[in-house]
């Protein structure tokens, strides 16, 4: 099972801080790695592929539309660029460059963060909106309708909103608000799951377009992700990222593109640039079914188990177990940076969350912990803290 790392000289490390990219994401099941492996041995229209995994997405996440991509932030990319282009092949074409073109999209202050890189990388330019209060501890007023009325222009064409359980609550009310003014709300869920709720509760909730990451919580290929949303929108997302190099007399269009509307293919769009699999599209599939008829409260409990075991072979007092979606076992460690540091110089290497480092807390995280590789966590951990 370490064998191909063994023999690249790759250390194999123990991954107790969550399904981060740069610690190679979410560990998949046998059941993903066995349809992925079916897949990578036989040819298919990538068109009808996508087509199948909209079906998917659809019954998931009750949008009307959805396709696979990269990842979540490809997912956002394809998002900005379908708002802007919507069916035009010649916008399609010159992305991203967006000169003279509709080509902003609103983002409340507070909801800003490295993600927003993957709209402006379709074109978009991004334009504060509302004081960032709260955050600062300055005032307890939140993003106002007329803010969003002050920023419109003839250039807007979006509202990106960053989900987290803080910002939730006041999607419905932004989601009127774009839209009466119309326009498309763009929801950045890639981290929301569990609970599996939430596949459709964006939605639900209004968004025109909603990503999610394939690497994280749903246990799908670590580049794959899922933008879903209103039909004519993953319509433009997915004309931008498939291969386009087809005689336009004999073009097989994707059956959610509405071809009366799209009457010659268009170029390789912005999309191309991060294709997807037919590999990485059969597993997310897979993965997300699974992770949509998973018991959220049976899969918590099975990790709280495990955290309580750990927990059992540290010193009393020193730990507490929080979170509920996804239980954390939260420890303290005394020196938190230097614990952090010697787990990290460990055989094997050992990654924790560092979110409550500086107060000396470390977090752990099993989702992408094999359980047989629990003692050797719990080991690694009573040497580390001090
Ligand atoms: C993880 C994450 C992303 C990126 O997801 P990938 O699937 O790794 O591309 C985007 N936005 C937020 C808020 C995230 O947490």
Not at 281 to 295: C, K, P, Q, S, T
Request: with cysteine; net charge neutral; hydrophobic share 50%.
């Amino acid at each position: 099972m370490t064998g191909i790392y063994a023999r690249l000289g790759v250390k194999r490390r123990i991954n107790a801080a969550g399904t981060l990219t740069r610690l190679g994401g979410s560990l998949m099941s046998d059941a993903v790695l066995d349809a992925m492996r079916d897949a990578a041995q036989g040819s298919v229209d990538i068109g009808e592929l996508q087509s199948a995994a909209g079906r998917a997405i659809t019954r998931a996440t009750g949008a009307e539309a959805g396709l696979v991509t990269s990842g979540a932030a490809a997912a956002l990319t394809l998002a900005a660029a379908s708002c802007i282009a919507g069916f035009d092949v010649a916008k399609m074409a010159r992305l991203p460059d967006t000169r003279g073109m509709p080509n902003e999209i609103l983002i409340p202050r507070t909801h800003r963060n490295a993600y927003d890189h993957a709209l402006r990388a379709a074109g978009a330019v991004l334009v504060d909106i509302g004081h960032n209060d709260r955050g600062t501890g300055a005032g307890i007023r939140g993003l106002e309708a007329w803010e969003i009325d002050a920023a419109i222009t003839p250039a807007t064409v979006a509202f990106a909103f960053t989900a987290n359980p803080e910002t939730i609550p006041a999607l419905p009310g932004i989601a009127d608000a774009c839209r009466r003014r119309g326009l498309k709300l763009i929801v950045d869920a890639a981290a929301q799951l569990p609970p599996a709720s939430n596949l459709r509760a964006f939605i639900a909730a209004g968004a025109d377009l909603v990503v999610f990451s394939g690497g994280k919580a749903i246990g799908g290929p670590q580049a794959s992700g899922i933008l879903a949303g209103k039909r004519d929108l993953i319509a433009s997302a997915l004309l931008q990222q498939l291969d386009m190099d087809v005689d336009p007399a004999r073009w097989a269009a994707p059956e959610i593109v509405d071809r009366a509307r799209v009457p010659v293919p268009p170029h390789h769009g912005i999309g191309r640039a991060f294709k997807v699999g037919k590999e990485e599209i059969v597993g997310l599939i897979v993965a997300l079914e699974n992770f949509a008829a998973r018991d959220d409260a049976a899969h918590a409990a099975g990790l709280r188990a495990r955290l309580e075991a750990i927990a059992a072979s540290l010193p009393k007092g020193r730990t507490r177990i929080t979170g509920s979606r996804i239980p954390l076992l939260e420890i303290d460690a005394g020196d938190g940076p230097a614990a952090a540091a010697k787990l990290q110089a460990g055989d094997p290497p050992v990654h924790i969350g560092e979110r409550d480092l500086a107060k000396g807390v470390l977090l752990v995280d099993l989702q992408t912990v094999r359980a047989a590789d629990d003692a050797k966590l719990a080991a690694a951990l009573a040497r580390a803290i001090t």
